[in-house]
């Protein structure tokens, strides 16, 4: 049976993100240490449970190798990998929608381990969490990594831009490019108003669809009419800089995403780094150790 704190989800491709994450937030904490004025917290907005589960396929026996059974294999999730993270951040925040994922981070929390840190559950929608909090919070004394990994486009621009105000925030943004295949339909007559709706609320601007889309017209032969038909022409790697760009009209630092692809080799995400301070010594700080990251991870894909 399932236990509370199973969550399973992709193992490759998840594999990859969390290593950038864990290397970052060791790194960035080691970096700032050297700077105790500032309190180094962490912000998880889609945190999951800290656990995962990975099925581990078996194989037949054959000449030359045994049979091997599957396994399930739990691993750490990013809430876990932040509270293990050496030297420690002062204070985690987890937000996450579900019960049952809510109750699982209660639960990590409160192990032996963790239990005399400051961390703190918010439970509910995290677009609303952080617009409607992080302004609150007193940035002169501290600084911060947020962790924005949602399965799709739950993102809504009004959350990028109240980060971009708190001028602390280092921001791991991992963006669904299958989700914007998905909303961003190949013929324009399928897209709806929710579809457009879902995509403007997440790029923060309806010019998606001028950027993306061409008239398209064809003679109806039947009726001697012409139907005005548009198509998307934007390639996947347009759609990728398109929220580039704009994700680059928002803060001072956004680096060129790493690219993410499932087992079967289809890209899925594109995970962006940055920055929404603008001082060159938080970049100083920051970029090289991010920059080294997504270099690494290139190599290793
Ligand atoms: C991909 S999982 C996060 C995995 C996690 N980062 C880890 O490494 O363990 C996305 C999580 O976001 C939660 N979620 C979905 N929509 C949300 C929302 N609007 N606000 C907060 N959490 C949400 C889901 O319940 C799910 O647990």
Redesign the pocket.
Known sequence: MASIGD?E?GSGL?DL??SI?AEYLQRYNTALSRQPFFERWYF?????????TVRLSGSAEDLLNERVEERIERR??????ALDTIPQFHRCIF????KR?ALALEALCSEPSYASRKTFVLR????R?IQDHIQTVNWKKARAVM?L???GM?VEWQTLEAIRRTEAIDLWY?VSLSGLYRQATHRGSALDEKKRAALSRMLGTPAWEKAWYEEDRQRDLLSMLDSEETRRTASLDLMEDFVLQRLRSLFPTVLEPLRLKNDRNAPMFSLFFAMSNPSPAAARVAIPIAQHILTQARRRR
Not at 44 to 52: C, S
Not at 76 to 81: D, M, P, T, Y
Not at 124 to 127: E, K, L
């Open positions: 969550h989800f998840t993100k969390l994450i998880d907005a889609f945190a999951g449970t800290g656990e995962r750490r999730g990013s809430a876990r990998i937000m996450e929608q579900k994922h509910g929608d995290a677009n969490a962790f990994d949602p399965y739950n991992l």
